[in-house]
């Protein structure tokens, strides 16, 4: 079982720019969502996506954007960064839309 | 908005005791139910989950939950804790907007601490 490994695990940006985080998810998982978590709180739900396509999304906007690659990867794109959403950002996967989620450790994005 | 509520935000207690705690949701259609557990230092863990069937359901180490759709609560249940339980638990539900479409709701979360 190899689990969710998230990249980078701490990233520094500047208000105005863009990030990719990246995930790469349990074997065999074809769905995966992204998740917000800000200190103190339980994780938001960004999106999901099961075999490439987003079927579930959060309230969040636009500017929060994902892939999903054939081979289960996944990525989270957010443009124009603003100081709130300094926050843990959770990739979690599961063998269907739905079901229990395997988590990955997250990647800490301060936004300065 | 949806919402999951977990009422006890810190909750003390010593080994042995019983741990009970509380999780309401407010969808009032099909619902897929979770608790996750983050012990100290790692990622989040799915405890147990509740899809249909059994209204009791048993999880990993000893923890059970009871889904009594009328009061639309999912409460976590542990006759004995012990020291090791020390963590963060999450309750989660997953619904149906609309077919295909899922959507996520997580709670705040609650932090219990087992004395030794």
């Known amino acids: ?112 | 908005a949806q919402s999951v509520s977990q009422h006890n935000h810190h909750v003390i207690l010593s080994e042995a005791a019983s741990l009970e705690l509380g999780c309401n949701y407010s969808y009032g259609g099909t619902v897929n139910l979770f608790w996750y557990v983050q012990y100290p230092g790692q990622h989040l863990q799915l405890l147990l989950k509740y899809f249909s069937g059994d209204p009791l359901v048993k999880g990993i180490k000893g923890f059970e939950a009871e889904f009594i759709k009328s009061k639309f609560s999912f409460n976590l249940r542990k006759p004995s804790v012990q020291w090791s339980d020390t963590a963060e638990y999450f309750c989660a539900v997953n619904y149906h907007p609309s077919a295909g479409t899922y959507k996520y709701i997580f709670g705040t979360g609650t932090r219990l601490k087992v004395l030794a």
């Open chain 1, 1 to 112: 079982e190899t689990g969710v490994t998230q990249s980078p695990t701490h990233l520094i940006k500047t208000r105005g720019q863009q990030v990719t985080l990246r995930c790469s998810s349990q074997s065999g998982h074809n769905t995966v969502s992204w998740y917000q978590q800000a200190l103190g709180q339980g994780p938001q739900f960004i999106f999901q996506y099961y075999r490439e396509e987003e079927n579930g999304r959060g309230n969040f906007p636009p500017r929060f954007s994902g892939l999903q690659f054939p081979n289960y990867s996944s990525e989270l794109n957010v443009n124009a960064l603003e100081l709130d959403d300094s926050a843990l950002y959770l990739c979690a996967s599961s063998l269907v839309p739905g079901g229990g989620y395997t988590f990955g450790s997250g990647t800490r994005l301060t936004v300065v």
